[in-house]
T-cell receptor, first 114, second 107 residues
């Protein structure tokens, strides 16, 4: 079934540990995004990628890194997790970053940093 | 003040009622998205619109560019419509999200 797969679904992590959230899509979309969702706030963009081999910083990039080695995969890494990174993380994709294109979201990763 | 404001924040309805969720924005936009987020689930795109009105089943989305306002209507609401509805605007190559409207429809 075409779509976006995120893993893990949830994770509890000790502060200071390194963690990679995985995101894979099979729709051959060029653009991919990582968002975090916190209570009382709208989704906020962490990093994005317009196409394989390129990445860019979003609204809240500090403490996170991404890579885009191929079209399908867009992992998000927390090098040294801190409690303020406790959030629900959503990966999304669209054919390109042009306006007028539908967004497709993964089912989210609930991350708790203790 | 948030650039994208949704109202109401919470909404309860009886099955069969007509529902309206509002979204106002303060920036110039090229498109507006309505998204649906079910409890414990992912986010689904319902509509993308830049003018006028779109309809899909019992859902209708309208936008007034001059007034910087969009509405999402649900006709003949059903308990399965219970979800958080999120408005997002595309402005200057970025998406700005509202905080969502939580809808509960009771049988």
């Amino acid at each position: 079934i075409a779509g976006i797969t995120q893993a893990p679904t949830s994770q509890i992590l000790a502060a200071g540990r390194r963690m990679t959230l995985r995101c894979t899509q099979d729709m051959r979309h060029n653009a991919m995004y990582w968002y975090r969702q916190d209570l009382g706030l709208g989704l906020r963009l962490i990093h994005y990628s317009n196409t394989a081999g390129t990445t860019g910083k979003g609204e809240v990039p500090d403490g996170y890194s991404v890579s885009r080695a191929n079209t399908d995969d867009f992992p998000l890494t927390l090098a040294s997790a801190v409690p303020s990174q406790t959030s629900v993380y959503f990966c999304a994709s669209s054919p390109t970053r042009r306006f007028g294109e539908k967004l497709f979201f993964g089912s989210g990763t609930q991350l708790s940093v203790l | 003040k948030n650039e994208v404001e949704q109202s109401p924040q919470n909404l309860t309805a009886q099955e069969g009622e007509f529902i309206t969720i509002n979204c106002s924005y303060s920036v110039g936009i090229s498109a507006l998205h309505w998204l649906q987020q079910h409890p414990g689930g992912g986010i689904v795109s319902l509509f993308m619109l830049s003018s006028g009105k779109k309809k899909h089943g019992r859902l209708i989305a309208t936008i007034n560019i001059q007034e910087k306002h969009s509405s999402l209507h649900i006709t003949a609401s059903h308990p399965r419509d219970s979800a958080v509805y999120i408005c997002a605007v595309k402005s200057a190559d970025k998406l700005i999200f509202g905080t969502g409207t939580r809808l509960q429809v009771f049988p």
